[in-house]
């Protein structure tokens, strides 16, 4: 019997074909009707701050437009453009949305690598459950940074750094690629805190991404490697709610 080239879990391969479709579409999209998407189902932390405190915002919004009037105006349609009852999506439907063809490519790429490891131990259900939080974890983060901030935000970077924290719970224990939590040879219970840090392989993964994603946050648009500011922010919320809430999606427990 042959193996699969590409083994992905169907999980995986269905969120990668969502993601991959939904840019699709919108690419065919003429501009402004894209623009009107973006303001619908975009993450924008300031349309939240306006329900705690609008001033903050129109403070931040006088701001941009001492600077430029067009960005201010762009801004204020993001703010505005949307009907309210679809606000509430927005902390999840921001996950499905890129800023470029290699924006996506990207996080297919990470999706990929350590999606699949993280769906063949959690199960389908709880891989979607774990990225939805994961996403959600993200958007508040990066609320919580930001309360006013006016640029929306895209892009499934949180839910898969969710993903990345999930893995870094597992990959490096010895029996942690068995094919089902629910069999005989099932791997091994997720690693505690105390052997996290005695593992050098989950410490030296756990901060390379830290690293990572810190240069890439703080750096990565000035040296180019960005198109636009990176949410680094979003990305440490999924990252530490991958971490902490790897044990609530575990399969295994429940063998």
Same mark, same amino acid.
């Given at each position: 019997m042959r193996e699969k080239i590409f083994n992905l879990p169907g999980?995986?391969?269905?969120? &990668? +074909?969502?993601? %991959?479709?939904?840019?699709?579409?919108?690419?065919?999209?003429?501009?402004?009707?894209d623009i009107q998407?973006?303001?619908?189902?975009?993450?924008?932390?300031?349309?939240?701050?306006?329900l705690v405190d609008a001033s903050g915002v129109v403070a931040q919004l006088n701001d941009v437009a001492r600077s430029s009037a067009d960005?201010?105006? &762009? +801004?204020?349609? %993001?703010l505005t453009y949307a009907p309210p009852s679809l606000l509430w999506l927005t902390p999840v439907s921001y996950a499905l949305l890129h800023g470029s063809w290699t924006h996506l490519l990207l996080n297919a790429v990470w999706l990929t690598a350590f999606g699949a490891p993280v769906a063949r131990r959690f199960g389908a259900f709880r891989f979607l459950a774990l990225n939805l939080a994961g996403a959600v974890a993200g958007a508040l983060a990066q609320f919580a940074y930001n309360p006013f901030e006016l640029n929306p935000m895209v892009g499934a970077s949180a839910a898969i750094s969710a993903c990345f924290g999930a893995a870094a719970r597992f990959v490096f224990l010895p029996g942690a690629f068995a094919r089902d939590p629910r069999a005989q040879g099932a791997p091994p219970p997720l690693a505690s805190f105390g052997e996290m840090v005695r593992n050098r392989q989950i410490l030296s993964f756990v901060g390379f991404w830290f690293l990572l994603n810190l240069f890439t946050g703080l750096a990565g648009q000035g040296?180019?490697?960005?198109?636009?500011?990176?949410?680094?922010?979003?990305?440490?919320?999924g990252f530490l709610f991958g971490l902490l809430a790897a044990p609530l999606f575990d399969l295994r427990r429940k063998a």
């Open positions: 999980v995986v391969t269905l969120t &990668l +074909a969502v993601l %991959f479709l939904v840019h699709f579409f919108r690419v065919l999209l003429p501009g402004e009707i998407v973006l303001a619908t189902f975009a993450f924008t932390p300031a349309r939240f701050g306006m960005q201010a105006q &762009l +801004a204020q349609f %993001f040296a180019g490697l960005a198109e636009a500011p990176v949410a680094w922010q979003a990305h440490l919320g």
